[in-house]
């Protein structure tokens, strides 16, 4: 086992790489790891660029990559993240609303039936489910529904003590029972996975050139081209190939879709082009020789705009 490196053997093997420091100098560098992140998380920006063959040493480097770039991203990177847990969390509320609202106007359920049948539909995962809810009877914040209700919840119990996956799982045995769709489960996957990677802090830009593993779904593409007519069908079909850029349209497309406050739109849309025309163009000179980076950005930008 590799002992972990200090930070002087960490500025050392970055320069080995091609990573400068002409803008953030070594002493900065050194702080800004000791302090505000960490190098495994900081180096994995470096994925979105070009490594290109340094003769003098015959060894791959990165190319036009300074250590301010990386810094940057992982600075963007978070701001981004901030916004998209909170967009998730307004999804993850107003499915809680819709399928209660729905409930308690079904004259066949009575509020504990669906969940009664829902547990039991895989009871392994489930009793497993019901033992996790049970071990948060110490939080101040749940222990009272818990001791109350467990193990037989009613619906509007339930849905707060359980996870965002399992809420989506709930959706679709709820749609399957009854017909009644809260959300398209073709999109609830990643909705999910961008809620989880930011709230456990996950990075999301550093491998913005990732494609997807499928083609892109048509509704998708469909709504870039009707909040943003100007951009060219080749434009369009080459970034939402990119997994992370096609990601996080799906979320702007779910989050028109279910979200019915209007109030609630405009602020988080307000928060996102504060980001795109502010804060990313503060230090706009890092990245314009990388066409990659800012081709995606390009794109991403016109269809905040447009929101």
């Known amino acids: 086992m590799k002992p972990l490196l200090t930070p002087d053997e960490l500025i050392a093997h970055m320069k080995e790489k091609g990573i400068g420091f002409n803008i953030v100098n ?8 000791t302090n505000s992140n960490y190098y495994m998380k900081l180096a994995s ?16 480097k990165y190319k036009n990559l300074e ?6 991203l992982s600075t963007l ?22 399928l209660l609202s729905h409930i308690a106007t079904n004259k066949k359920e009575d509020g504990y039936n669906i969940i009664r049948e829902f547990l039991n539909e895989n009871d392994g995962m489930n009793i497993r489910l019901l033992d996790n809810i049970k071990k948060h009877n110490k939080s101040e914040y749940c222990k009272n529904l818990i001791e109350k209700y467990h193990p037989y919840y009613p619906a509007w119990v339930f849905v707060e003590l359980i996870s965002f996956g399992t809420l989506t799982y709930l959706c679709e045995f709820y749609n399957t029972k ?18 989880n990677a930011s709230a456990h ?3 999301m830009i550093n491998r913005l050139f990732d494609k997807v593993a499928n083609q892109p779904d048509i509704r998708i593409s469909n709504y870039v081209k009707f909040i943003a007519p100007r951009i060219p069908k080749s434009t369009r079909g080459k970034n939402l190939s990119y997994r992370v850029i096609y990601d996080f349209t799906t979320l ?3 989050y028109n879709e279910v979200i019915t406050s209007q109030k609630m739109k405009d602020k988080r849309y307000e928060q996102l082009k504060e980001l795109f025309n502010v804060r990313m ?9 990388n066409t990659r980076i800012i081709g995606v950005y390009n794109f991403t930008k016109k269809v905040i705009d447009n929101l």
Request: proline share 1%; hydrophobic share 30%; charged share 35%.
């Open 178 to 195: 009854y017909g009644y769709s809260i959300i398209d489960k073709k999109f609830l996957n990643t909705i999910r996975d961008m809620r």
């Open 26 to 33: 070594e002493d900065q560098a050194k702080d800004f790891m």
């Open 201 to 203: 802090s996950t990075c």
């Open 77 to 98: 990177d978070m701001r981004l993240r901030y916004i998209i847990l909170e967009m998730c969390l307004d999804l993850e509320h107003c499915l809680k609303v819709k």
């Open 67 to 72: 250590f301010a770039y990386l810094q940057e």
């Open 252 to 254: 702007l497309y779910m």
């Open 281 to 289: 163009t503060r230090n706009k000179d890092y990245f314009k020789q």
């Open 45 to 60: 920006y470096r994925f979105n660029y070009e490594k290109h063959l340094d003769p003098s040493t015959s060894t791959e």
